[in-house]
C-alpha cells in the first residue's frame, strides 16, 4: 500500500510504499478514504508529543470503509462506512466499564499519535472502536465526526448546557465552529470569541448568538455587556497554544457565580497562574475535557447523518499533497477542517 510517512520529527512527510497491516480477530481492515487535520498533527511532526513514535503515519481523525474483519468480528461487514475512533480500548479495563474508555488502562495507543493511522491507505482499528455512519454523509464529513465532533460533544456534556443558557466559546476554529452547532442545537446561546474575523462570520452563519473579536475589543467587557452585567454559564476554552493562560484568566472574570469552565486546548508544558481565591468566592467549577467516546462518536455521527450538524469543511486535498496541506494548516489557521483524501 501507500503511505504518507513521518520518519524524522520537524521533517516533510516521505510519500512511500509500505506493508499491509495485519489484523487480528477482532480487528478490522479499513480503507482510510479521509483524514481530518488538526493542530494535534502538528504538535507530532514538531516532536512536542512525547508518546509518538518515529516511524509514523498520521491521521486520527479518519474514516474509510470495511475491507476485511477478523474472524470474531460480528458489527461491520466489508462495504460499511465507517468512523474510526482514534483511541484503540479494551473494553474491559476499570475505565472503560465505567464507560470512559478515551482513559482505557490498556489501551494500544491512538491510532495516528502512537499507531499507524489512516496516512496509510489500509488501516487496522479494533471492531469496538469504529461507528457506521449513512450513505448520505460524505466520507470527508465523515472524517470530522470523531475528533472534530467527538471531542467537543464531550466537552460540552461536561458542561451541562441547559436550554436558555449562555455559552462562550473562546477559539472558533475546527473544534470551535462544530462546539457552536451542538450548543445551538442544545438550546445555548453562544457568543463567539476569536482573533479571526473569517472564523467570526462563520460563526455568526452557524447561528452564534454574537461575536467578539478579542483583538478590537476586551472579550469580559463585551461578555458582560452582553449579559447584563450577570456573567456567562458556560465557558469553553478552545484556543490552544500561547494564549491559553491569559484566557483561561478572562473565562474566569467572565463566568456568573458557579459558572462551568472546561478546558480543551493546551499546549505542553504551559503553567497557568491562577488565584484560588477568585475561584472560591466565586464558585468556579473547572473541569478539562480529554478526547471522546464511543458514545460521543456515535451521538455526533447521528448529529450529521440527520443534518442537525454539518461538518465545516475548508479544503480538500489528496494525500500526497499533505506537506502542503499541514504547512497551509501553520500558516493559515484556516475556517473549518483541511480533509486529505485517498
Ligand atoms: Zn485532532
Ligand atoms: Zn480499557
Known sequence: MKAMILKEFGAPLVYEEAPEPKIGPRQVLVESKAN???????????????????????GHENSGVVLEVGAEVESVAPGDRVVVVSKQTCGRCRMCRLGHEEMCLNSPGRLGIEIDGGFGQLVAASERNLVKIGDNVSLAAASLIGGTLGSPLHAIRMARPELGECAVIFGVGGLGLHALQILRHLGANVIAVDVKEEKLAKARELGAFETVNAMETDPVKAVMDITNGFGADIALEIVGGAAVPPVLQQCIDLLRPGGRLVILGYSFGQKVEIDPAQLVYKWIQIVASHNHTVRDVSDAASLV??????????????????????????????????????
Open 36 to 58: 481530518g487535520l488538526c493542530a494535534t498533527d502538528l504538535k507530532i511532526v514538531d516532536g512536542s508529543v512525547k508518546t509518538a513514535p518515529t516511524p509514523l503515519m498520521l
Open 305 to 342: 447523518n440527520d443534518g442537525r450538524v454539518r461538518a465545516v469543511i475548508t479544503e480538500e486535498a489528496p494525500m500526497p499533497d499533505a506537506n502542503d496541506a499541514l504547512a497551509a494548516l501553520r500558516a493559515g489557521d484556516p475556517v473549518g477542517r483541511i480533509v486529505l483524501t485517498w
